[in-house]
Nanobody, 119 residues
Framework: QVQLVESGGGLVQPGGSLRLSCAVS????????MGWYRQAPGRQRELVAT???????NYADSVKGRFTISLDNVKNTAYLQMSSLKTEDTAVYYC?????????????WGQGTQVTVSS
């Protein structure tokens, strides 16, 4: 079965950088969307960035120009490079993989990793 394991979270000062990783195992489809979401206390989960199997990226306006999503298909790992971090970026970050099979799409989620931006 498909599993996603996240790592790389931690405490960073405003203006700092952090890279999150999402390692994928199991059988995956050729057509997919990989994404990063985040959830702050008292708030709903929100989209941060996505990348498709066709290498099309999409970013939330709040992170555009600061965050970069990427894939390493050799290591089967997705990354979220975060720069110029703000206190508003503090949240639990979740990796998401949507596999598109003929006639059906299936979502998988990582366990979440805490990112805290504070001085």
């Amino acid at each position: 079965q498909v599993q996603l394991v996240e790592s790389g979270g931690g405490l960073v000062q405003p203006g700092g950088s952090l890279r999150l990783s999402c390692a994928v195992s199991g059988r995956v489809s050729s057509i997919y969307v990989m994404g990063w979401y985040r959830q702050a206390p008292g708030r709903q989960r929100e989209l941060v960035a996505t990348i498709t199997s066709g290498d099309i990226t999409n970013y939330a306006d709040s992170v555009k120009g600061r965050f970069t999503i990427s894939l390493d298909n050799v290591k089967n790992t997705a990354y979220l490079q975060m720069s110029s971090l703000k206190t508003e970026d503090t949240a639990v970050y979740y990796c998401n993989l949507q596999l598109k099979w003929p006639g059906v799409s299936i979502d998988y989620w990582g366990q979440g990793t805490q990112v805290t931006v504070s001085s």
